[in-house]
């Protein structure tokens, strides 16, 4: 088992930077995520790493080898990409044999491992046809069972699923998985989904424009989000953010905000703060919807209005308004008449509270974090 080490990658495209100082490592046996909104170098990142393109900047280590200089077939690096790239002239058989027949294994030991492969991946009954004749979700196995043939030592997958409707997806995400750990093979794979990124991942890398904004196991990102952009992509429907100004007295802390007074006892203030505009960040689910003001609910409270009501499946979905700031709420008591017009207050718990400088994004950190 290998492991992959990116040291500093920059690639430049004229003045954009596709990627800008990209470190990450992968460590052997892992699942590793690179999860970011369109265009944010999540490509560029693994054809730097294939080696079908040549990085600015920057060091990429298979192993303890640096691969910058290896071409892609000595890279022992299998690729798997949205549109399978199968040839369609082969029947199954021979796509999966094809990269073996290119590095002339003997006949009979192809045919072991195409079937093995292929019993891995339940196609067994698929090996004589041809791609035309397959559906989505078996191209997509043949597509990995030709990368799995070659026992690569590092498998990148980009967006592998997305051609996929959403059963089959949800159903492959968790047949790859289960793949990934029965052959224990190093894996990077890319999504900008951030549910399949949460599902998958042993770790996650979170980006945006070519920087990495965050690493962590899927639980930490979605905990304790480094910036605003993480938190906001992480997560679903996203945490809902109000800015604040916010002024200490001896009494506690207030935080302003069109129109809407925050008030949180000092005993209850524990987060580090160097400007006074500051941005409260609560999940929909955190927030809990009260019927009125309740004495015992310890957190803040805030008065106001059902603007909007959605069916979520198993779930609803409610906007309150406050001030001049709308609150999205999940995880509503079944009990609850989210009635439109309706005055409620919301109830966001001290302990599930976010806060992040406003300037930079960044989390502010408790002070017994
Ligand atoms: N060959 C190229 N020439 C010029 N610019 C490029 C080239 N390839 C990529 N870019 C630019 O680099 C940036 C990153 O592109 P990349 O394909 O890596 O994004 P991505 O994260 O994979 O996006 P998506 O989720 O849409 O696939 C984009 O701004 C893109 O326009
Ligand atoms: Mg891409």
């Known amino acids: ?83 399978y790239a199968l040839y369609p002239h082969m029947v199954v058989y021979n796509n999966i044999a094809f990269p073996l027949k290119m590095r002339k294994v003997p006949k009979e030991k192809i045919d072991d ?18 791609p035309k004749e397959l559906s989505g979700g078996q191209m997509q196995r043949v597509a990995l069972g030709r990368a799995l043939v070659r026992e690569p030592k590092i498998f990148l997958m980009d967006e592998p699923l997305s051609n996929l409707d959403a059963k089959l997806r949800t159903y492959m995400r968790a047949e ?14 890319i999504t900008h989904d951030q549910i399949e990124a949460m599902s998958m991942a042993d770790q996650v890398a979170i980006m945006k424009s070519g920087l990495i904004q965050q690493i962590g196991t899927p639980g930490e990102v979605y905990q304790k989000p480094a ?4 938190a906001d992509f992480v997560g679903s429907p996203s945490m809902n953010f109000i800015k604040c100004k916010i002024t200490e007295e001896n009494s506690g802390i207030t935080l302003e905000s069109n129109n809407i007074i925050l008030k949180i006892p000092q005993s209850n203030w524990d987060i580090e703060h160097s400007s006074e505009n500051v941005t409260l960040g609560i999940r929909p689910r ?29 779930d609803s979905l409610v906007e309150v308004n406050i001030g001049t700031d709308t609150i999205r709420v999940t995880n509503i008591d079944s009990n609850f008449d989210p009635n439109i017009g309706k005055e409620v207050v919301i109830g966001l718990p001290y302990p599930r509270i976010h806060f992040f400088a406003t300037e930079t994004g960044n989390r502010l950190l408790r002070k017994k974090d």
């Open 113 to 130: 491992k195409v079937r093995n492969v292929a019993n891995l991946l339940d196609i067994e009954s698929l090996l004589d046809r041809k």
């Open 176 to 189: 790859i998985k289960k793949l990934q750990k029965k052959v224990g093979i190093t894996t990077l794979y």
């Open 1 to 83: 088992m290998t492991s992959l080490r990116i040291e500093g990658l920059t690639k430049r495209y004229g003045n954009t930077n596709a990627l800008d100082e990209f470190s990450l490592k992968v460590d052997s046996g892992q699942f590793m995520v690179l999860l970011g909104p369109s265009g944010c170098g999540k490509t560029t990142a693994v054809r730097c790493i294939a080696g079908l393109v040549n990085p600015t900047s920057g060091q990429i280590y298979i192993g303890d080898q640096l691969v910058n200089n290896l071409p892609p077939k000595d890279r022992d690096v299998a690729m798997v990409f949205q549109n």
């Open 227 to 230: 910036n605003t952009f993480v």
């Open 286 to 314: 955190d927030v809990i919807l009260l019927e009125s003001d309740d004495n015992d609910f310890i957190g803040i409270k805030i008065k106001g209005k059902i603007l909007f009501t959605e069916l979520l499946g198993d």
